[in-house]
């Protein structure tokens, strides 16, 4: 079984696409995925960006919008644009890595889907509550283990590693021989990546 | 006959490729492409930027290199990464501007083979001057029709162009009703639109 790692951040609006997408293209091509999410602001800030390039970049970031349209179109996904882009996204992807690995598609799904699906905030821990009631995870216990310190920790190394990595922004598929595909017209590519070098990767593993 | 404009940047790592399989993609939809070769100084300059992003922003050069490789391995086309990067590419644009529309795609595409193929500097008059001969074109008369003045405020009114428009880097596709697709990447998609939307435009234009 060929393995990828799936790099998302909830504030990032083609992980959004990535999110709906990239369980069935994994699915299609046997792939494991383990799915990462990180934050950007890290990342960014060690590029001199203290806000989303997007709204740094203002050609950038009506293109961006065109683009993202023409792809949720096609893909009959819903789109509102939530205001402010882009959301505070700290507690959503603690709440995530502080779920168990299967439960974490599901959530993520969900918060895309109010988010850029509703134009809705995902900063409120009522909203990230009523998203866990939905996967039937008991919200008050998942959220108070969310905000300790040792998922704090965890959520600071999966970015820490995620820029290790290389990643130059979300989402990226990664794959066990290290290679890095950024963008939510890359996961066919990635996907297809992994099953490819899966021997080769074995062979160096044993 | 639809039809589309090929925005493209010699100093464009991405528009290597882009030039390489735009032309096959285009025919086989019956699209007609208009060449257009523009600057991405001044656009890039609007950013704030006065190098390339690639080298203003380490991470996004690191992946942008790899991904290149992989690319252009797949398309089966040499890879070697000029020195300095980005080139100086005014007079090659200059060049590319001056030649007949017939012309400009396979000078272009000489170019590039030897800016990303074979890793050489494009701004030397001789090395531009032997490219045009191989397409058959007397290089001294055109080298000159290059940097007059009509010819340098030619350039400068495209790349204005390619500003007003929205383009947000190089390579893009942009169709008869303003749409904007942005990288080799998108080449299929951009062509694709453009076949669909035809009749849309022609009933306008009717």
Same mark, same amino acid.
């Given at each position: 079984?060929?393995?990828?790692?799936?790099?998302?951040?909830?504030?990032?609006?083609?992980?959004?696409?990535?999110?709906?997408?990239?369980?069935?293209?994994?699915?299609?091509?046997?792939?494991?995925?383990?799915?990462?999410?990180? /934050? /950007?602001?890290?990342?960014?800030?060690?590029?001199?960006?203290?806000?989303?390039?997007?709204?740094?970049?203002?050609?950038?970031?009506?293109?961006?919008?065109?683009?993202?349209?023409?792809?949720?179109?096609?893909?009959?996904?819903? /789109?509102?644009?939530?205001?402010?882009?882009?959301?505070?996204? /700290?507690?959503?992807?603690?709440?995530?890595?502080?779920?168990?690995?299967?439960?974490?598609?599901?959530?993520?799904?969900?918060?895309?889907?109010?988010?850029?699906?509703?134009?809705?905030?995902?900063?409120?821990?009522?909203?990230?509550?009523?998203?866990?009631?939905?996967?039937?995870?008991?919200?008050?216990?998942?959220?108070?283990?969310?905000?300790?310190?040792?998922?704090?920790?965890?959520?600071?190394?999966?970015?820490?590693?995620?820029?290790?990595?290389?990643?130059?922004?979300?989402?990226?598929?990664?794959?066990?021989?290290?290679?890095?595909?950024?963008?939510?017209?890359?996961?066919?590519?990635?996907?297809?990546?992994?099953?490819?070098?899966?021997?080769?990767?074995?062979?160096?593993?044993?």
């Amino acid at each position: 079984m060929a393995e990828a790692e799936f790099w998302y951040e909830f504030a990032s609006s083609y992980s959004y696409p990535a999110a709906m997408r990239v369980e069935a293209l994994a699915a299609d091509r046997c792939v494991t995925l383990a799915w990462r999410p990180f /934050l /950007l602001g890290p990342l960014f800030a060690g590029q001199g960006w203290r806000d989303s390039p997007f709204n740094l970049f203002p050609a950038k970031g009506r293109y961006m919008w065109r683009d993202i349209e023409r792809i949720c179109s096609a893909l009959g996904l819903p /789109l509102k644009r939530p205001e402010p882009f882009p959301q505070n996204s /700290l507690l959503a992807a603690r709440v995530a890595l502080a779920l168990d690995d299967a439960l974490r598609p599901a959530f993520s799904r969900a918060v895309y889907r109010v988010e850029f699906g509703e134009g809705r905030p995902i900063d409120a821990p009522a909203t990230l509550g009523a998203l866990l009631t939905e996967i039937a995870v008991p919200p008050e216990p998942l959220l108070a283990r969310a905000v300790e310190d040792s998922n704090k920790a965890a959520l600071k190394a999966q970015t820490a590693r995620a820029i290790a990595l290389g990643l130059p922004g979300a989402p990226c598929l990664t794959t066990a021989d290290g290679e890095v595909f950024w963008g939510n017209d890359r996961l066919e590519q990635g996907l297809d990546w992994a099953c490819a070098h899966e021997s080769a990767v074995e062979r160096e593993r044993g």
